[in-house]
Each structure stands twice: as C-alpha cells, then as structure tokens.
C-alpha cells in the first residue's frame, strides 16, 4: 500500500494565481483531512470529509475549497492564492471513529 | 480556545539514554490521544496512542504514560537512537484532533 500520496511536492504560485493539492489514500478510510502546517505552530485543520459527497469546515477553511467524488480523492483548490497561504499542506486519513490519522508526506508551498 | 501544548520545544539526549517528552491538554473530555514522530520533510508519523481509560500504554521502545488528574501526556522513548532524532508532536481528539506546536529531539552521538 502507498498510503496518502501528495502531488506536487513543492509549488511556487504567485498572488491571485489558482491550484490544486492532489491528494490520493489507498487504505479505503472513509474519513479525509486537509491541514497546514506553519513554523512553530500546531498543525490547523482546513476541511475534512466523512465520505464520498460530504465535506464540511474545519479550523481554517478561508480561501480553499475541497471536493470528494471518491472514496479514494479529496482534492485541496486555492482559487486566488495569497501570501498568508504560504505553508506546507498535509492530507490524511482515517477509520471512522477512535482512529489515528494516516498523513502524506506534504505539499510546500510558496506564494510570491 | 483550548489547545494541546508542549512544556519543552527542544530536547538532547545521548545516545543509549532514554528520552520524556512531555504534553499537556486541558480538556479533561478528551479521551483518545495519540503521540506523532515528524522527520524533516515528511508527514508526522504514528508512533503510539492511548485511551482515556488507559494510564500506560507500551510498544516497541516507547511507552505513553496518561495522568488525567493533571491533564499530561508523555511519551517515553527507551535507549534513544540517532534514528530517533525529529519533531515529536502530540495530538488530541475533541471531534477534532488538536496538535502541539512540538518538541524536537536531537539525539548526541
């Protein structure tokens, strides 16, 4: 299994431009997290999603927007990137319940 | 708002010494906790987790240990190794997990 997979790695955006944070599990967890991660703070949750066709808010859901088409897909969109978006952004998964989240490996990115 | 906190942001140990990394949490309804290892430029890890009905939780050379009087958490990690040197975060769940800002062991050959 490759567990949760992050593409792109790395992403320089400039301001206003727009991307997508590709984010794939293999484990069929139900449940799919999107966070950031800044230096010397805790990791802060942006959205999550219980299943196929739900997602709802987390800690800090301004300026992204997810979407989940499948079990398997909980892609992140930046629609006008700014520099407060300058982070690295780790997707992870879980069981339903008492579970420990499974994260990817993170998308650092930069907006100039 | 409540948050999971860390006493130590950094931490050297010799290598063979054992190693406490310390947490603290104020919401005494949490009841599931679990430890994270994060190594320069990677996702965090699982290392171990514990329940609120459990105090000691043990696996392969770490130990959690849980004091819900004082609300703390700590991971103990039994003859440190270079291998064991990254950013120790831990982690609290309030329908949320909550994370700590995290510790980072540097481990001294």
């Known amino acids: 299994n490759a567990g949760v997979t992050q593409t792109p790695k790395f992403r320089i955006l400039k301001i206003g431009q727009s991307m997508t944070l590709q984010c794939t599990q293999d484990m069929n967890h139900n449940y799919m997290y999107w966070y950031r991660q800044d230096p010397g703070m805790g990791l802060k949750l942006i959205y999550y999603s219980v299943g196929a066709g739900i997602t709802d808010k987390g800690e800090v859901p301004n300026g992204y927007n997810v979407s989940r088409s499948t079990t398997e897909d909980f892609p992140l969109r930046l629609e006008l990137a700014a520099p407060s978006q300058t982070s690295v952004y780790f997707c992870a998964s879980s069981y339903p319940g008492v579970s420990p989240l499974h994260f990817g490996n993170g998308t650092r990115l930069t907006v100039t | 708002g409540e948050s999971v906190g860390l006493h130590l942001p950094t931490l050297s140990v010799q290598e063979g010494d054992n190693s406490i990394i310390n947490c603290a949490y104020s919401n005494s309804a949490s009841d599931y906790f679990i430890w994270y290892k994060q190594e320069s430029g990677k996702g965090p890890q699982f290392i171990i987790d514990?329940?609120?009905?459990?105090d000691k939780r043990q696996g392969q050379r770490v130990t959690v240990l849980l004091n819900k009087t004082v609300k703390h958490l700590s991971l103990q990690i039994a003859a440190t190794q270079p291998g064991d040197s990254a950013v120790y975060f831990c982690?609290?769940?309030?329908?949320?997990?909550?994370f700590g800002t995290g510790t980072s062991l540097t481990v001294i050959p």
């Open positions: 982690a609290e769940d309030r329908n949320q997990f909550y």
């Open positions: 514990i329940r609120s009905n459990m």
